[in-house]
């Protein structure tokens, strides 16, 4: 499967954006989403993964009740709805897919996208 993250760009402390991940390939809605992100000069942490059927939903501790990962399984898209942006949220968003469950753990993850920037400003 062959990942393709877009909606970032820039956005003031406080503000929301919308991400967006199309996959192409066959059997999209088998596969566990998730969205990952890299700072500057730091590692690539898990942010948000949704299982195939949407069943359940996985969030880090730091956007928690920010953040709202969903997917259109007809669409082959996985979305990130990011509000209350803040400083801390500025990295390189990218999407994963994992046949399973998902995990927090990036290298688990097979297929990879390239990502999108977020630059959130205070």
Do not use: H
């Amino acid at each position: 499967v062959q990942l393709q993250a877009s909606g970032g760009g820039l956005v003031q402390a406080g503000g929301s954006l919308r991400l967006s991940c199309a996959a192409s390939g066959r059997a999209f809605s088998r596969y566990a989403m998730g969205w990952f992100r890299q700072a500057p000069g730091k590692e690539r942490e898990f942010v948000a993964a949704i299982t195939w059927n949407s069943i359940a939903t996985y969030y880090a501790d730091s956007v928690k009740g920010r953040f709202t990962i969903s997917r259109d399984n007809a669409k082959n898209t996985v979305f990130l709805q990011m509000n209350s942006l803040n400083a801390e949220d500025t990295a390189v968003y990218f999407c994963a897919a994992r046949f399973g469950e998902p995990k927090n753990a990036p290298p688990v993850w097979g297929y990879w996208g390239k990502g999108t920037l977020v630059t959130v400003s205070s």
